[in-house]
């Protein structure tokens, strides 16, 4: 089992910035690829960003890219990601979410642990 815990959300004005982090406990870290999903008051939750096992493949939602970073520190079991230039249409609940494998992927169904979430807020 691996257990996921979000911090870093908040209210922010658009235009600023924000950093979420996950600490994972449990099985190993580093034998998980990574992802950060978000939900949206009446919407599907839908992909992000995401990590492989070694932080050297990334891939990214369009509607992020060149605005968030993701990144993660293995000897610290944590994933993270840099939220710059926010929108308001980034507002939403930000999940964690690990999948057993090396590569990255941009697949809901393909993770196996999830985070209670955090919740991003971007004011116009």
């Known amino acids: 089992q691996v257990q996921l815990v979000e911090s870093g959300g908040g209210l922010v004005q658009a235009g600023g910035s924000l950093r979420l982090s996950c600490a994972a406990s449990g099985r190993t870290f580093n034998s998980y690829a990574m992802g950060w999903f978000r939900q949206a008051p009446g919407k599907e939750r839908e992909f992000v960003a995401t990590?492989?096992?070694?932080?050297?493949?990334?891939q990214y939602a369009d509607s992020v890219k060149g605005r968030f970073t993701i990144s993660r520190d293995n000897a610290k079991n944590t994933v993270s990601l840099e939220m710059n230039s926010l929108k308001p249409e980034d507002t939403a609940v930000y999940y964690c979410?690990?999948?057993?494998?090396?590569?990255?992927?941009?697949?809901?169904?393909?993770?196996?642990?999830w985070g209670q979430g955090t919740q991003v807020t971007v004011s116009p």
């Open positions: 990590i492989s096992w070694s932080g050297n493949s990334r």
């Open positions: 979410a690990g999948k057993f494998g090396l590569a990255p992927s941009s697949a809901e169904y393909e993770y196996q642990y």
